[in-house]
Structures are given as structure tokens and as C-alpha cells.
């Protein structure tokens, strides 16, 4: 029987799967990762510590199923808009700055401004506004403010890219990634030669080989195959932006579909048969699907999954401790304590914007807050309200969808976020759908698996990969009295962000001052 290896190169950590033709996971591995805050919303990691993490998870893998000569492909997720610059010897010249990095914010209104001199229509060629999480304000922050490591680009890839010359000895991008660069023409799939002359950045600093998610980027080294339990030379697929693959992992091929991610962020995500534009300024981003000849859109909430994590090291740290000893899981223990909570929490409603906000607010300066809470307020309320205002920052997406034309009635959910039954009907509740499940809980990597499917042949399409690898897993339907109740809280959640928006900027301003730490 055939099998595939997907790797997921997410934020938080590195996952790698291994999964047959009918779905069925043989083994799973898992890597963690840190993130550096050197400053006031910034946000790095070193590409070092993805490949020995990597390496790590697929030795982990390979180990536990001993499938590992079985293996006929690689795929891969990763994390989007991660800007990794390469030299010469494709070394990189910096930690990477990840998508959560948010310092390019005075870069933005540069590129804004040259758009506007220049007359371009700009949704008509990137169908996106301008992001200070995209490629081209982080270059041009990078030629500002550290000329010295400007001069020595070569190449510049996305996180995926890297680990695949890492293994591949080749350096490529492909077009779902490529679409959160503000280089990209999204409805031709291909480099813009406009962007590269309003931005001003060479083109020569982006991958000549642009492939589709399917395609094949080289194949495995022998020295990393050997390392790792592999087969030498078998094929690593391009594969596509987590986001695009978690798409084909829960089956977001088809416009009436509709999804949710809850990892260190929070995403929803649909597709599109032509480019998707919102024309609002609300940081919602269209691209390129990683299924050839659709598109695809996302509502990005940024530290959803992480607001937990928080709590866990913050809130729990001496249990973390605790429970890392046993083998036990913490956030097994943390919902547990959030469902004593009643639905609303009394009124105690979470901000998760913990490093700014993205859809809808694009705001670098919003900052993490629990509102309403009382001598009353306990553990459980302050558990529960975060994983509350987490779904309420993902309806707030929804809604934008509902008033794009979108009749949602389903919605596939996935992420860490989708193993808590509690965290699902918190879903379901506020999103007022049903919430369905997948049988393969990682739907990055079991998007990355498909398109090793699909790019080493054994499957015609995604479509026929989908078909024969996903089935549902379970369904969580919405309880009428909560609806009710969280769309009246919902409400309030949605008209804070108004009240706070000057109060987030003065704070922000105070704490850029002389002699302050800022966080």
C-alpha cells in the first residue's frame, strides 16, 4: 500500500504525518518552536531551529511506524508570509520575520503611496491591500533599517521553501504563498512586474522557478534521506501556505464550503472559482488556492490558539511543569475548568490581540484585555472567556463573508483548537452552524499529504485525493439558548475594539518612548 509523508511547518512547531491511500495515519511526529520578540510587535525565528525541528518530527515519525521506506513522496504546509532572506550561499541573513511580525507598519503607507502616484489599480493586479505582515513592506523595512543585511540578499522564500532546498538542493516558490508577497499578479499566478517597479525591490530577489502546490520542486538528498529513514531521491512536492493546504486537508475545494483553524492563529478560510476582492479596507486577503485554477480567501485572527498558550504558561505554569512529568495534557486540564464556566462567562468578555489584530481591524497597536469582569470572576470564566473571544474574533470574519453573499450553514473546523469538544460547540454556538470534524485532525499536513499524492501521481486531482482520503469525523450542532446569548455578547465584543482603538495607539506611542521597555 502506498503512503505519503506530509510535513507541516507551523508556527508553534513542526509536524509530520504519515498516511496511506485511504487516510488512515500510520504515525505522527512533533517538534516545538519558539518565537523571539526582539521589539514592539516584531516577531522572528531562526530557520536553523525549523530544520532540526523538522528533522526531528520526521525521524519521530519514520521511527514510530517504521513505514519509512514505504514512503513514496514528501508534501508540505507552512506557515505564510515568513520572509526568509537568503545570501549568496542561500544561508540565511537573518531570523526570519513571520507573519505575526508587525513593524513594516510605516513602509505600508510608503507602498500606499507610490500606488496612489502611480495610478495602479492594485486589487486588479494583487487583489489585496496592503499588509505590513506581506513580503514587500518587510523588504523595504529591512533596506531602511538594517542596509548592511539588504546587501546581502540573493533570494528571499517562504518558510516551506527553505526547508525544500534544505532537502532538495532546489529553490522554488509556488503561487498560494507567493499570493501574500504583494509581488504576485494573483489572477495571472504570476510575478508582477508592476509591484516590482512601484515597490522598487528587484525581481532577481524572488525564486525564478513559481510552481503550482502539486508540482515538483527536486528530489530528496541522500545524505537527508538517509538521516531521517527515508528513501533517497523520492519527490518533494511544493505544497502550499498552511492555509491553502489545511484547505484541501478538510476538503475547502468547492465554494459552498466554509472553514476554521484554531493553531497559534486563527483563520477563515473559503474558495473561489475567480479572485476573490474585498474592495473594504478589513485586512481580509485573497490568493491563490494551492488547487490549480481556483482562488481562494482568508479572515486572519493572530494570536488565537496562542491567548491559550498564555494561559497555559502564565496561568498554569507550575501545573505545566506538573503535567509535562506525567504525560499528562494541560490543556485538556485548562477546558476543563473553562466548561464550569457558563456560555458568556457573565459577561466577561477576552480581546486576543495579543500582537495587534489582522481581520478586521488591521491594528499593530491592539493589545490583549479581558473586559467585565467582577469580584465574581474566577478561573473558570477567565479560561473560557478566551476561548470565547477567540470565536468571536472568527465570526467577526464570518460575518464579512455573510455580507460578501456566502450562505454558511457548515463550517469545517480544524487545528488544535477543533480537538477540545468544548472549544467546537463554543464554535458552533457563536458561529450558529454546524461544526464538523475531519478524520485526519492535522488539516495542514493531511493537505500536504494530498498534494504528495497528487504530485508523485497517484491520484489524478485534489478533488479524487479529497475524496478517497477524508471522510467526517463528527458534527456539532449549535444549542439554540446559547446563540441567543452569545450573539448578545458578540455585540459588545464587536463595538470594544471602536472604544479602544485611540487608548491602544496612545499606549503604543508611550511605550516607543525613550527609557520605556516596550512589549
Known sequence: MSCWLGIDAGTSGIK????????????????????????PGFAEQAPEIWWQACGAAVKQAVGNCGAGMQVSAIGFSGQMQGTVFLDKNFQPVRNCMIWMDQRAVEEVGEIERRIEEAGTDIMAVTANHCLNSFWAPKILWLKKHEPENYEKIEKIVFTKDYLACR????????????????????????????????????????????????DVVGGLRKAVAEDWGLRPGIPVIAGGGDQTANGIGTGIIEESMLGASIGTSAVVFGCSKTPFVDRKKRAMQSLCHSVQDLWAYLGLSLTAGASLKWVRDVMFAEKKQEFQASGKDIYDHITGIASEAVPGCGGVIFLPYFNGDSAPNHDADARACYFGMSLNTGMPEMCRSVMEGVAYSLRETVEICRELGKDIRTIRVSGGGSKSRLWR?????????????????????????????????????????????????????????????????????????GHLKEPFSERARLYKSPGRQPV
Open 167 to 214: 532537502m532538495t538542493g532546489e529553490l522554488a516558490t509556488e503561487v498560494s504563498d507567493a499570493s501574500l508577497s504583494f509581488l504576485l499578479d494573483i489572477p495571472g499566478r504570476k510575478w508582477s512586474d508592476e509591484m516590482f517597479r512601484i515597490t522598487g525591490i528587484p525581481r532577481s530577489f524572488v525564486p525564478e522557478r513559481l510552481l503550482e502546490s502539486c
Open 16 to 39: 509530520a504525518i504519515i498516511v496511506d491511500e485511504t487516510g488512515k495515519v500510520l504515525s505522527e511526529g512533533y517538534s516545538e518552536e519558539d518565537i523571539t520578540v526582539p521589539g
Open 425 to 497: 460547540q463554543i464554535q458552533a454556538d457563536v458561529f450558529d452552524t454546524s461544526v464538523v470534524t475531519m478524520n485526519i485532525e492535522e488539516g495542514p499536513a493531511a493537505g500536504a499529504v494530498i498534494m504528495a499524492a497528487v504530485g508523485s501521481g497517484h491520484f489524478h486531482s485534489v478533488a479524487e485525493g479529497c475524496r478517497a482520503m477524508l471522510k467526517t469525523a463528527e458534527e456539532v450542532e449549535p444549542v439554540r439558548e446559547n446563540v441567543k446569548r452569545y450573539d448578545e455578547y458578540f455585540q459588545i465584543y464587536h463595538g470594544l475594539y
